[in-house]
């Protein structure tokens, strides 16, 4: 299967720590990459392959990938981090890519 | 930086084609370590992946959109296009190009144009 899976919401309290998870076949061989975006806004790239955060992204996002699951970790969630996150991975086997689903963030 | 803009009508009718174009600048499309892609997003909806193109055209489809779609590149321009035949309503949507990293264990999107809305509308 190259479904991605993810909870779509998730809420954490301004200052505390929130995980945001990910499950599919495909990450067994691909790490995921993440995205934020924000309401009328293009998606942004935040953590891609083995934890790896782009120039200009906080360092309170970090990432990990374990078996069949990865997962986007805000440490001190801020109130700008509210947004809805997709992760990405490429499905190998097919030779395509797939989307998650969206978790929609609130920070409270 | 690259960015990207995407370019095209806002309005299709049903059973036509949709087309799109994604200008590069501040970059060669030609560059071997980018794929550029597709992406697209129906109104309230998460991301739909449409498809990636290298600079020598070689490309790959979602599946589900394969039959109806075409993805071609024009170096001289620093472009990509996107024909998408046949419209229904289903495929309104704001549509993202994205320049596209990948190895061997991972592929991310890493510079996004701003979207355009394109609606399947009579």
């Known amino acids: 299967s190259s479904e991605l899976t993810q909870d779509p919401a998730v809420s954490v309290a301004l200052g505390q720590t929130v995980r945001i998870t990910c499950q599919g076949d495909s990450l067994r061989s691909s790490y995921a990459s993440w995205y934020q975006q924000k309401p009328g806004q293009a998606p942004v790239l935040v953590m891609y392959g083995e934890n790896i955060r782009p120039s200009g992204i906080p360092d309170r996002f970090s990432g990990s990938n374990s078996g069949n699951t990865a997962s986007l970790t805000i440490t001190g969630a801020q109130a700008e981090d509210e947004a809805d996150y997709y992760c990405h991975s490429r499905d190998s086997i097919e030779n395509h890519v797939v989307f998650g689903g969206r978790t929609k963030l609130t920070v409270l | 930086q690259p960015r990207l803009q995407e370019s095209g009508p806002g309005l299709v009718k049903p059973s036509e084609t949709l087309s799109l174009n994604c200008t590069v600048s501040?970059?060669?499309?030609?560059?071997?370590?980018?794929?550029w892609g597709w992406i697209r997003q129906p109104p309230g909806k998460g991301l739909e992946w449409i498809g990636n193109?290298?600079?020598?055209?070689?490309?790959y489809y979602n599946p589900s959109l394969k039959s109806r779609l075409t993805i071609s590149v024009d170096t001289s321009k620093n472009q990509f296009s996107l024909k998408l035949s046949s419209v229904t309503a289903a495929d309104t949507a704001v549509y993202y190009c994205?320049?596209?990293?990948?190895?061997?264990?991972?592929?991310?999107?890493?510079?996004w144009g701003q979207g355009t809305l394109v609606t399947v509308s009579s």
């Open positions: 994205a320049r596209c990293y990948e190895t061997g264990q991972w592929l991310s999107f890493d510079y």
């Open positions: 501040g970059g060669s499309i030609s560059s071997s370590n980018y794929y």
């Open positions: 193109i290298f600079y020598s055209g070689s490309s």
